[in-house]
């Protein structure tokens, strides 16, 4: 079967591998360019400072940790493909460093062990973890409380676009159709119709 992924953000080329593995024919489609590295790395940082701002704005709660991270290396080649990486990323505003096996304890000593069979390691300060599920979580409930127009539509499968004029006007469902802000429709249990400019997804019998 031909199948178009449209996205190439995380979701678009993972769905692309795994259709790929069955044995599809498979079209990933994007509105941007192949981005290059140091646009890509310019992102990361973009991604990270609105992070920033989410979790001054709204507190999630979400097993934060800004840590750093290592990344052990093996053999003199991975350490010399690791340096010359770090280089580059370093002129482009990312704070890494190479180290070696001693260095790597002394910031990490449970790698004691494992340092033994590595060259060295690539850390990086700024490094950040969380809990994923909690984020989203935490979000969506923020969401919920402070913006009172979001109209949440779970437990909904999309089966495909209703198209007119070149333009996406609403969303087929696999229980009819979910209409999409621009269209006038009457919402159930809203007690009067939403205009064009409306915010929220509307889907009626829902």
């Known amino acids: 079967m031909k199948i178009c992924v449209v996205g190439a953000g995380v979701i678009g080329p993972t769905t692309a591998r795994a259709l790929l593995r069955r044995g599809h024919q498979v079209i990933l489609v994007d509105a941007a ?4 590295s140091a646009d890509l790395l310019a992102l990361a ?7 920033a701002l989410l979790r001054r704005e709204l507190a999630l709660d979400f097993d934060f940790r800004d840590a750093g991270k290592l990344v052990l290396l093996s053999g003199a080649g991975a350490l010399g493909a690791a340096s010359r990486q770090v280089d580059w990323q370093r002129r482009h505003g990312c704070r890494q460093q190479v180290l070696g096996r001693d260095a790597c304890i002394g910031i990490e000593p449970a790698l004691a062990a494992p ?3 590595s060259s060295g390691a690539v850390h990086t300060p700024s490094e950040q973890v969380g809990d994923c599920l909690a984020f989203c979580q935490g979000l969506d409930a923020a969401l919920a409380l402070r913006h009172a127009s979001l109209r949440r539509v779970f437990s909904t499968v999309a089966t495909g676009a209703v198209i007119r004029a070149g333009r996406v006007r609403a969303l087929r469902r696999h229980r009819g159709r979910l209409f999409c802000a621009g269209q006038r429709h009457r919402q159930r249990g809203a007690g009067g119709l939403h205009g064009r400019g ?3 997804l509307s ?3 829902l």
């Open 45 to 51: 940082f973009f991604s990270r400072d609105q992070l």
């Open 33 to 36: 360019a192949r981005r290059a």
């Open 198 to 200: 409306a915010a929220a």
């Open 203 to 205: 889907a009626p019998g």
């Open 115 to 117: 340092a033994r069979h």
